[in-house]
């Protein structure tokens, strides 16, 4: 069965850091993009980050570059994002997503999701 844990998520006061993390089991996905979308309440789900398949290139969505980083492990199945300078705004529930060959994530070809975890950032 295959599944993607996310942990790490939380309560922290703006300007401050979280790191989430994200485990992978039931196959190898050294062959999927992957990263983390997030949903706010009231909104749609927004696209924050992504490692691709080849672990070459990352890709941000335009409100976090400059203080999110996306990183992998293949050896451990893990994908990790260090999220610096949090505003308010940040706060949603964060999904991590794996797609097969992709470069980045598209919501539409996203094969696997997990549960969610929740981070809230206050003022």
């Known amino acids: 069965q295959v599944q993607l844990v996310e942990s790490g998520g939380g309560l922290v006061q703006a300007g401050g850091s979280l790191r989430l993390s994200c485990t992978a089991s039931?196959?190898?996905?050294?062959?999927?993009?992957m990263g983390w979308f997030r949903q706010a309440v009231g909104k749609e789900r927004e696209f924050v980050a992504a490692?691709?398949?080849?672990?070459?290139?990352?890709d941000y969505g335009d409100s976090v570059k400059g203080r999110f980083t996306i990183s992998r492990d293949n050896a451990k199945n893990t994908v990790a994002l260090q999220m610096n300078s949090l505003k308010p705004e940040d706060t949603a529930v964060y999904y991590c997503?794996?797609?097969?060959?992709?470069?980045?994530?598209?919501?539409?070809?996203?094969?696997?999701w997990g549960q969610g975890t929740q981070v809230t950032v206050s003022s």
């Open positions: 039931g196959r190898s996905f050294g062959n999927y993009a």
């Open positions: 997503a794996a797609q097969l060959y992709g470069l980045t994530l598209r919501p539409s070809q996203v094969n696997y």
């Open positions: 490692v691709s398949w080849i672990g070459a290139t990352n």
